[in-house]
């Protein structure tokens, strides 16, 4: 389990107590005291100077330093830090300490001060209950808010739209502009001390004088509750890329997962936490202490698992691989501080601060190392063939050879904020959804990077959470699963040739889902149970399958609210509600028959369906067959799970008399309407698309294709006029009205103008076939 490994002084350097710090870089921080002092703290030397001497008339309370990256342009403007203060003013001092401006803000103390994420804006909080907003220069744009009582803290919403303050027990977010909906609940039993908003998540904290820490949604949902602790909550903070978060107490430190439960918990002796800090890559951590001390702490002993290896960071610099097989292991060192890692594949790939190392399982004494460009590396995705690596710059595809392929760009993208649940990498395609406008997901080329097909994102109609690409098959059948705002999952096929993609319905109330590594079956939690989607393909060839390719497990075996890692192999890894580890397998039947399918061995499927004795298996089979166009196996398969319809229907497609029929009449088969009368008319069978519309009752449609075709206007009229008959009904159809007026139907003369056609394409086919067996042979 992770825990955080904590340094103090033997002796405190500041002589009152510590309120507020802040890193200017990874191993540089800045600390600020009611001893007037700003010290400078550099972790690499270890060494600790004086800033500078504040007037003694200057208490700090809040400091926060000017956003180093706004998306990917680094800033251009001096390092500059707002330090809020007791006297109801903020000043602007640089990094040398030069207090370059102070600005009387409010009456009494400032308690907060914030700048967005762009940079563009500073938010102060005052004891008179005010919120104001000031320009990067320190000049009054707007007071925001005028309560009666004191603002203890305040948060940007991730887009810098929105703020989240304290208003005694109640947390508010308010919109910046001026017509919008304020969302207002009541969140703790006492004062609210703190809160932190994070933008890859896009969750809320928020600690107070009841001695609980609580997690929300951005709609003021409660997701995590903790127990009551013995102190009130006096800091709270995100580590950057929204995966843990801090809290700090008296002598108490937790180390907590973004669900809510915690990794770890320290004692240290620091007296209150007033306020804890992230470095901006994550990996430390420092706290303001009641005592003088400033406390620092880094994150040790994360794990990752793939198949046979486990893998532990058990130092700053330094790895462990486990091979638990045999028991061998290997010690990984590295020579600066790893940032982020990712094992998957059989590769590890670790992120230093200025190194990547990509390792193959099968060697772990001689790693691929390529610098990294500046920019601290905030995610890994990783696919059978490459990796991406995210940073505040940009996406970047890797070949594991260490060989860049690609860089994708889209207008408005903010790599810095892009979360795993938002991006998804296969063989061939990377997939982000839009941080703008979170109904929008946009494909890219992984080998160019260039967007997919016709460079059009697809648009969903409600906000996504979670999107995830299959991982196995060619590029052309590639499919993306997504889950929506509703907690509904989809599926979507990513290449769709021109038109619309269809976007089908797969499952509701999912809350966490994965793909196989091997096998494009698909698992998740839906409600309260496991399900897997044996072959959510189905979904476009025959839909009313797919409820009989499902396998559900109870999920009462987990406890509350569980999230899948990962899907490798048969095994599935979940985290439960309360952090630990379990465990469950899916059957090996399903990865065998798609293996079967993709290399076109039918006999082999059917003999391990017959051994199975599995409907579920048939059912894949069926909609397998279907989709390769194998009418036997198919027939075969449907005949074995009892559905006589459509073994009826495939029977019917094999006695079509040319090809381009049977083509047309499988499309339909999968619903494709418009793609069966298609296929027919570009081979000019028009009479057989006039059918096809006559069986479906789509009466405009048959008239209009004779019509314009000059051909079987009165075998149209004629379908109808049975039709109408049947039910005992008048025509009223305006159209049909006009043209029966000068036709007659004969039936015996439409019927040999039918099988006029029919042999006809008979005969065309006959010949094509005999056409194509001489080709051969020469």
């Known amino acids: 389990m992770m825990r955080l490994k904590t340094s103090l002084l033997k002796e405190p350097k500041h002589s009152e107590l510590v309120s507020c710090v802040g890193w200017t870089t990874a191993d540089e921080l800045y600390s600020c005291s009611e001893d007037h002092q700003i010290l400078k703290w550099n972790l690499l030397t270890n060494e600790t100077s004086l800033v500078v001497q504040l007037p003694e008339d200057i208490y700090p309370v809040d400091l926060h330093w000017f956003p180093k990256t706004v998306g990917a342009k680094k800033q251009t403007q001096a390092e500059i830090s707002a330090i809020t203060s007791t006297d109801g003013k903020f000043h602007l ?17 400032v308690l907060a001060g914030r700048w967005n994420y762009d940079g563009t804006a500073l938010i102060t909080a005052g004891e ?34 929105r703020i989240l303050y304290t208003s005694g027990r109640q947390l508010i977010i308010k919109p910046l502009q001026p017509s919008a909906k304020v969302i207002q609940w009541k969140a703790h039993d006492g004062l609210v001390l703190k809160v932190d908003w994070n933008s890859v998540n896009d969750l809320i904290l928020s600690g107070g004088e009841d001695c609980k820490y609580k997690v929300w949604d951005s709609f003021g949902r409660l997701l995590y509750l903790s127990s009551s602790q013995d102190y009130p909550i006096t800091s709270l903070s995100w580590a950057p890329d929204g995966e843990v978060f801090s809290v700090g107490s008296f002598n108490t430190l937790w180390l907590c997962d973004k669900t809510g439960w915690s990794y770890a918990l320290e ?88 190194q990547c190392y990509v390792y193959n ?22 696919a059978e063939k490459h990796f991406l690596l995210v940073d505040g710059s940009g996406l970047y595809t890797f070949s594991y050879e260490g060989r860049l392929i690609s860089s994708p760009k889209f207008p408005g993208m903010r790599a810095d904020i892009l979360s795993a649940q938002a991006a998804s990498l296969s063989n061939d395609t990377i997939a982000i959804r839009d941080k703008s406008d979170e109904k929008v997901i946009f494909f890219f080329d992984a080998m160019t990077g260039r967007p997919l097909g016709d460079g059009k994102p697809l648009t969903h109609k409600l906000e996504v959470l979670e999107i995830a690409l299959d991982q196995c098959g060619p590029s052309t059948e590639r499919k993306m699963a997504l889950i929506d705002k509703n907690r509904d999952l989809y ?33 998740g939690i839906q409600d309260d149970q496991f399900t897997v989607w044996y072959y959510p393909s189905v979904v476009f060839t025959d839909k009313e399958l797919l409820p009989k390719t499902i396998f559900r497990k109870d999920g009462s075996e987990f406890s509350c609210a569980p ?53 579920p298996l048939w059912a894949c089979l069926a909609g397998m067959a279907m989709a390769n166009r194998d009418l036997n196996t198919a027939e075969m398969a449907y005949a074995a799970i009892r559905e006589l319809p459509r073994v009826q229907y495939i029977n019917f497609i094999k006695e079509q008399p040319s090809k381009d029929s049977s083509l047309a009449h499988m499309l339909m088969f999968s619903g494709h309407v418009q793609e069966a009368e298609t296929t027919l008319l570009q081979v000019g069978l028009i009479y057989q698309a006039i059918q096809v519309n006559i069986d479906l009752f789509n009466w405009n449609r048959a008239l209009e294709l004779a019509v314009k075709h000059k051909t079987h206007v009165d075998t149209v009229l004629a379908y109808r006029e049975k039709f109408l008959q049947r039910f005992g009904r008048k025509e009223t159809n305006k159209r049909f009205l006009q043209y029966s007026e000068g036709v007659e139907v004969d039936w015996e003369k439409i019927q040999a103008k039918i099988e006029m056609e029919l042999s006809k394409e008979r005969e065309k086919a006959a010949s094509t076939a005999v056409r194509s067996s001489v080709a051969s042979r020469h």
């Open 128 to 161: 008179d209950g005010q919120i104001k907003i000031w320009s990067k220069s320190g000049m009054l744009r707007s007071t925001l808010v005028s309560l009666g009582s004191p603002v203890y803290s305040v948060a940007w919403g991730p887009d810098s739209d």
């Open 491 to 523: 599926l979507t096929s990513v290449c769709h040739l021109g038109r619309d993609p269809k976007i089908c319905k797969i499952g509701s109330m999912v809350h966490s889902m994965a793909w196989n590594d091997a096998a494009n079956i698909l698992c």
């Open 93 to 109: 001092v640089s990094k040398m300490g030069r207090i370059e401006k102070s600005v009387e803000g409010h009456k009494g103390a």
């Open 361 to 382: 399982s099968r060697n772990w004494n001689t790693p691929l190392i390529f610098d990294l460009k500046e920019g601290t590396v905030s995610l890994i995705l990783q």
């Open 267 to 354: 004692k240290p002796n620091t007296g209150s936490v007033f306020s804890l800090a992230w470095s901006a890559d994550g990996t430390q951590l420092a706290g303001a202490c009641g005592n003088g001390h400033v406390i620092f702490a880094h994150v040790v002993e994360q794990h990752w698992e793939w198949k046979n290896f486990v893998i532990t960071l058990t130092k700053r610099r330094t790895m462990q691989v486990r091979n638990v097989l045999n028991d061998a292991v290997d010690v990984l060192e590295f020579r600066d501080r790893v940032i982020k890692a990712s094992l998957a594949f059989d590769h590890l790939v670790v992120a230093t601060s200025l």
């Open 563 to 615: 999230h899948i890692l990962s899907y490798v192999g048969a095994k599935v890894t979940l985290r439960q509600g309360d952090g630990s580890l379990v465990y469950t397998t899916v059957p090996i039947y399903p990865a065998l028959l798609h293996e079967y399918s993709a290399s076109a061995r039918w006999e082999d499927a059917l003999r391990l369906c017959r051994f199975a004795k599995d409907q």
